[in-house]
């Protein structure tokens, strides 16, 4: 279990691209009156261009450099109040997963392959699923992933059945 950071405020949404953490941390903010921040966003808006750019020109290193950089920028800051949904790789370092749990409650968005495939069938801004096999792709990738999501996370919600109303409730009940 994670002990929660000096900024207990915050709500720290990890998982896998198409878990809901985009979506579910909107809710979450507007119910809470918190902020909510894209750390994909946040990264595309400091470098002045998007992540298959970044991808393309810089590769995955460096991206992942880029992650780390802004959670210590956003622990530097001190910023409070905030619901921050992750870009899916960014709990893979252990540096970052220490510093999530350092910017607050960390909870895992845990969906199956099943579900993360018809969330994000037919959606080109993903460069790590550009592959002729998109569903093995995932399960390969969730299979690395998920003990990494489950160690850096403090709370764990399975969403697949869950709407994403329900799942904002649930992360509610347990903050």
Do not use: H
């Amino acid at each position: 279990m994670t002990v929660w950071g000096i900024f207990m405020e915050n709500i720290i949404l990890i998982g896998y691209m198409g878990s809901g953490k985009t979506t579910v941390g909107k809710c979450v903010a507007k119910l809470k009156d918190y902020t909510f921040v894209d750390t994909d966003e946040m990264i595309v808006e400091q470098q002045k261009r998007s992540i298959n750019e970044i991808f393309a020109a810089d590769g995955e290193l460096a991206f992942r450099d880029m992650e780390t950089a802004l959670l210590r920028q956003l622990i530097d800051e001190k910023r409070e109040y905030l619901v921050i949904s992750t870009g899916g790789g960014m709990p893979l370092r252990a540096e970052n997963r220490q510093l999530l749990s350092e910017l607050g409650r960390v909870v895992y968005l845990k969906a199956g392959p099943v579900t993360i495939y018809n969330r994000i069938k037919g959606d080109t801004t993903r460069p790590l699923l550009k592959c002729e096999d998109p569903m093995k792709r995932i399960e390969e990738m969730l299979a690395v992933r998920e003990p990494l999501y489950e160690a850096g996370a403090g709370i764990i919600i399975c969403v697949d059945a869950l709407r994403q109303s329900d799942v904002a409730e649930e992360i509610l009940g347990e903050v």
